[in-house]
């Protein structure tokens, strides 16, 4: 399966502890983006990021969250202290190197539902 | 504030008639728009979609009309089937600009009755 993999599909932590979140982009795919749908929600766009650079990080929350797409590995989405407004589904995208704009589609992956309790 | 917004959360049609599926955007900036589908418990799929440049885009049975001067799109499906009752979700980006992020709506969940 080449699509894009995401784990764990579930993650259950409890208020205060860190939640880390994996997104293995689809081959030859160099920009990942981080989206999260709460309750009754839209997917809302978090980070996008290529390889070792954050390109856009205008829709994560100022504490806590970070994202990284380092040279070798997945990307990383990492809540730290979590809080039960964290509760959520957390897709990731992916798009290739060679992005033109028109008719770059991204592929998204099956998301990582995190419940705090 | 919704920038792409999604008026109908369900909608039920009878199987072999059309589905319509709206879509209202605010950003004049947006000029690349899609349909993506998505199932409980998956990622959401793509499905087509629609430079501003045109009107209207087909794909089997499923067409996309934009309507700039409205700022609405809609996704037609015709003849509609069971195995299309899922969330609809559009989403726009503007790619001239960022390149990056899409904006989504609240989406639409369909229901196919045979």
């Known amino acids: 399966n080449a699509g894009v993999m995401q784990n764990p599909r579930h993650l259950v932590r409890r208020r205060g502890q860190e939640a880390r979140l994996r997104c293995s982009p689809m081959?030859?795919?160099?920009?990942v983006y981080w989206y999260r749908q709460l309750p009754e929600e839209g997917l809302k766009f978090m980070v996008y990021l290529q390889k070792e650079n954050i390109i856009d990080e205008s829709g994560m929350p100022k504490e806590r969250f970070s994202a990284e797409f380092p040279k070798e590995g997945p990307s990383i989405l990492r809540i730290q202290q979590v809080v039960r407004g964290d509760s959520a589904a957390y897709f990731c995208?992916?798009?290739?190197?060679?992005?033109?704009?028109?008719?770059?589609?991204?592929?998204f992956g099956p998301g990582t539902r995190l419940t705090v309790l | 504030d919704q920038q792409v917004k999604q008026n109908s959360p369900s909608l039920s049609v009878q199987e072999g008639r059309i589905s319509i599926l709206n879509c209202d955007y605010t950003n004049s900036m947006f000029d690349y728009f899609l349909w993506y589908k998505k199932y409980p418990a998956e990622g959401p799929t793509f499905l087509i979609s629609i430079s501003s440049i045109k009107d209207k885009n087909e794909d089997g049975r499923f067409t996309v009309f934009l309507n700039k001067s409205a700022k609405h799109l809609s996704l037609h499906i015709v003849p509609s089937q069971p195995g299309d009752s899922a969330v609809y979700f559009c989403?726009?980006?503007?790619?001239?600009?960022?390149?990056?992020?899409?904006?989504f709506g609240k989406g639409t969940k369909l229901s196919v009755k045979p």
């Open positions: 989403a726009a980006s503007d790619w001239g600009g960022s390149q990056g992020n899409l904006i």
């Open positions: 081959k030859g795919h160099s920009h």
């Open positions: 995208a992916s798009s290739p190197l060679e992005t033109s704009g028109i008719d770059d589609e991204q592929f």
